[in-house]
């Protein structure tokens, strides 16, 4: 490239999307001084550079303008997938609350309901207890009036154990029930 350069023209650089810029010449028209036209060829050249970085530039910036619409497009659908998470998210929680305060309300019931059974067995209870003492009472009594009778017996003259004599085979003690 450096070959094809007229001697006292700059090189030019070339951008990498733009095609190379030819070389001016630096041979002007009769009618123009020498000076104003090899800077207006430079000026030419940096106006052309200039054009192919903005090109460029536009290029890349139109890239990442699609690319970010791309990625705000993605950001939306994740954002609305998230909010529809969050608000299956919450709709659970108020029905496992709901849930929670059925079982503790169940609870508190079963625990009333198991402290009135505890209280009617304990009173079924202490009922048995009492009835086992009168009956307890009521055996000793009988146990005391049979030995009462046997000891009546025995003065009256039955005494002896000859009881087979008064046609007596086995003694039943008959207590009248009350």
Known sequence: MDADVAPGSLPVTPVPSCPPVAPVPTRCPPWQAQGSCGELALAQRAAESEECRLRDALAKTSDLASGLAREKAELCRRLERLERERERGRLRTRELLRELAQL??????????????????????????????????????????????RQHLAQVGMGGGDWERWGVREMWLVIPVR
Do not use: F, P, T
């Open 104 to 149: 503790r309300a169940r609870l508190e019931r079963g625990r009333r309901a198991g402290i009135l059974e505890r209280q009617g067995l304990e009173r079924a209870r202490s009922a048995a207890l009492e009835g086992s003492r009168g009956v307890r009472a009521e055996l000793r009594a009988l146990r005391q009036e049979h030995l009462r009778l």
